[in-house]
């Protein structure tokens, strides 16, 4: 008999081995430089707290690539293009603006790859059954609802509204003026400016001409520091509210006293040591801030890096199911990583519960939101 054929079937065997272990390859697009850094950074430390809270799916390595988009949307789309492309990763996760967001979701959608964003934005719905794009942060108009509710709640008559000059800008004033619709209160100005700008004095002086008795900030992270420096250069004496885009150490540090007494709207994780012991989100976030902790040597009370770490969660869940179907490195293993996370059910994170179905990219409720108010330079819940 040939000694060839003879030992056949064990190459065969451990050929097959091999592949059953290829690695998932993970792209990560973040923005450690520009504009969106102050948020880019925490999600790249979040991500890393993901990697080394589970690095192996069913023994099979993870295998992040990570790649620093700069705040640009064109930038972005090249880096998602380079790890489909040239990297052959499984899957894409990213990034800290919202342009840049949608740049990657276009990608990702053309080569068929699935894609989980971090960063808050509206989806393209002629997807149709064909979405491979699933958002992680609580949709904008929930974010923004849960605060109107709430200034509606506190009594306000009238809101003065600042927000950049991009889409995270437009989404927290549809927010705004969908409250004002229902008849919560007056929406009196939409100011504008740009994440590059340093100064928003003539903005804020049109705000206050008209006297309202709130102001609803559409910025984020340092640059959403600058309209409460203006506010308290002015002695304004209102309230002033936001959404989980301002909850960052980088704008409390910026904000410093201006920002005291804000209340916006945020993921339970960021105030995990004040939930009640039966809240989902307790115990998971406890083991993201240990995790956290080990791989950044630092503590984290941010939003943002949180956002990734379920990411990481949805995706490795997804990951262990799809490895039934498929082999990672394989366009039927994207697929079946594709259809497993939009199939997704009651997965519990540090954010919210999520639940995706092939018809919505949208996997959470208001149990993904609670109200926590800046009190001494910490953030407290408020029921």
Known sequence: MNKWLSIAPLLA???????????????????????????????????AAGHEYRGTVDGEKITLIQLDDGSDPSAATRAA????????VDILIGTATAPATIAIASVAGELKVPYIAISPINLNEREGAEKWTVAVPQ?????????????????????????????????????????????QFKVISNERYSRTDTSVTGQILKILAGR??????GGSGTQG?????????????????????LVNADFIRVAGKSAEGILVS????????????????RKISLDFRAAYEKVNKSETRDGFSAYSFDAWLIFTEAAA?????ATPGTQEFRQALKDEIFSTRELAGVHAIYNYTPVSNYGV???????????????????
């Open 13 to 47: 065997g451990i050929l097959s081995a091999q592949a059953a272990l290829a690695d998932i390859k993970v792209g990560f697009v973040t923005a450690l430089s520009g504009n969106g850094s102050s948020i880019g950074i925490p999600y790249a430390k979040g991500i």
């Open 81 to 88: 293009r380079k790890l489909i492309e040239e990297e052959k």
């Open 139 to 183: 949709p904008p108009a929930l974010m923004v609802k849960v605060v109107t509710d709430r200034m509606h709640r506190d009594g306000v008559k009238s809101a003065g509204y600042i927000g950049f000059s991009d889409a995270w800008g437009d989404f927290v004033y549809a927010g705004a003026k969908a409250a004002e619709a229902a008849g």
């Open 212 to 217: 309202p008795d709130s102001v609803l900030v």
């Open 225 to 245: 520091a600058l309209p409460l420096l203006t506010l308290a250069d002015r002695n304004f004496k209102g309230r002033i509210y936001g959404t989980p885009a």
């Open 266 to 281: 945020a993921g339970p994780v960021i105030v995990a040591e004040q939930l009640p012991d039966d809240h989902f989100a």
């Open 321 to 325: 199911r799809a490895k039934a179907k």
């Open 365 to 383: 409720d208001e149990r993904g939101l609670v109200l926590v108010r800046l009190v001494d330079g910490a953030w407290k819940y408020e029921p």
